[in-house]
Nanobody, 122 residues
């Protein structure tokens, strides 16, 4: 069994910053790509950014996120981070992390965290 636990969400004023963290634990042999997604009210879940084991990153909607969001990971700690700066009200959403995990039994599965609420409002 594998668990992903997010933290770091909260209420922030426009222009502020938050750093989200997601730690994977359990029966993990290795982790491939890790990522962050978000789901705003009455909208579908959408990709924010992904990062490979080697550190290659890809951001969705690059023009909107460029220079504001940064994804990173610590492979030794099975952790993925999302640094969010210059936050806007339209960034308000539940943020989810996910990870492609090879368990100690040899199976590959994509796991999701429970989500953390980010609210950008004055």
């Amino acid at each position: 069994q594998v668990q992903l636990v997010e933290s770091g969400g909260g209420l922030v004023q426009p222009g502020g910053s938050l750093r989200l963290s997601c730690a994977a634990s359990g029966s993990i042999f290795s982790i491939n790509t890790m990522g962050w997604y978000r789901q705003a009210p009455e909208k579908e879940r959408e990709l924010v950014a992904i990062i490979t084991t080697g550190g290659t990153t890809n951001y969705a909607d690059a023009d909107s996120l460029k220079g504001r969001f940064t994804i990173s990971r610590d492979n030794a700690k099975n952790t993925v981070l999302l640094q969010m700066n210059s936050l806007k009200p339209e960034d308000t959403a539940v943020y989810y992390c996910n990870a492609g995990v090879r368990t100690r039994t040899g199976t590959w599965t994509i796991y999701w965290g429970q989500g953390t609420q980010v609210t950008v409002s004055s």
